[in-house]
T-cell receptor, first 111, second 117 residues
Framework: GNSVTQMEGPVTLSEEAFLTINCTYT??????LFWYVQYPGEGLQLLLK?????DKGSNKGFEATYRKETTSFHLEKGSVQVSDSAVYFC??????????FGTGTRLKVLA | KAGVTQTPRYLIKTRGQQVTLSCSPI?????VSWYQQTPGQGLQFLFE???????NKGNFPGRFSGRQFSNSRSEMNVSTLELGDSALYLC????????????????FGEGSRLTVL
């Protein structure tokens, strides 16, 4: 069945450090891929998405590229800020038309 | 434009009781999905409703049920509560069912945090 695997957290970085959160997936067909972010005490909100192979989603300095050959959608940011501290979820929609979420990766950025 | 509203935000119940949670989607959105969020399991899909019909269902026991009204508001009910039902229950709305047209983006509420004692 479809699944999403994210790296375990928490990830702790200093401000201005480079961020990578790994995400790999298993899916039939051609899924759409998403990154959602959950700030403390809030619901999830869409950060970026990609709908086909080699697409790059980007928003707020975050980027992720849909890599079909490696079934990956890693999230990157060149310089994190304290305000980026949150939980990040990788997700996909595929043939079953149900969202499949990863378990989430908590990011903590220290000033 | 008002966001997704979930009520109540916090509630405490005891084992064996039942609970009803409510979700008001963004105006014009016809799809409402429910998720259970726990520290160990992440987000688990419960069900999706579109135009008052259940479109998809996750792997939860029959104690978990839901419905959608003609104004797209949705409720979910959990009967015979167990300790393991303690979680944050998130509702998400979208313009179309996730299998249809549109961006596929989900708009989440802040959740209802249920504690079962």
């Amino acid at each position: 069945g479809n699944s999403v695997t994210q790296m375990e957290g928490p990830v702790t970085l200093s401000e201005e450090a480079f961020l990578t959160i790994n995400c790999t997936y298993t899916a039939t067909g051609y899924p759409s891929l998403f990154w959602y972010v959950q700030y403390p005490g809030e619901g999830l909100q869409l950060l970026l998405k990609a709908t086909k192979a080699d697409d790059k989603g980007s928003n707020k300095g975050f980027e992720a590229t849909y890599r079909k050959e490696t079934t990956s959608f890693h999230l990157e940011k060149g310089s994190v800020q304290v305000s980026d501290s949150a939980v990040y979820f990788c997700a996909l929609i595929s043939g079953t038309y149900k969202y499949i979420f990863g378990t989430g990766t908590r990011l903590k950025v220290l000033a | 434009k008002a966001g997704v509203t979930q009520t109540p935000r916090y509630l405490i119940k005891t084992r064996g009781q039942q609970v009803t949670l409510s979700c008001s989607p963004i105006s014009g959105h016809r799809s409402v999905s429910w998720y259970q969020q726990t520290p160990g399991q992440g987000l688990q899909f419960l069900f999706e409703y579109f135009s008052e019909t259940q479109r998809n269902k996750g792997n939860f026991p029959g104690r978990f049920s839901g419905r959608q009204f003609s104004n797209s508001r949705s409720e979910m009910n959990v009967s015979t509560l167990e300790l393991g039902d303690s979680a944050l229950y998130l509702c998400a709305s979208s313009l179309y069912s996730s299998g249809g047209q549109g961006t596929g983006e989900l708009f989440f509420g802040e959740g209802s945090r249920l504690t079962v004692l």
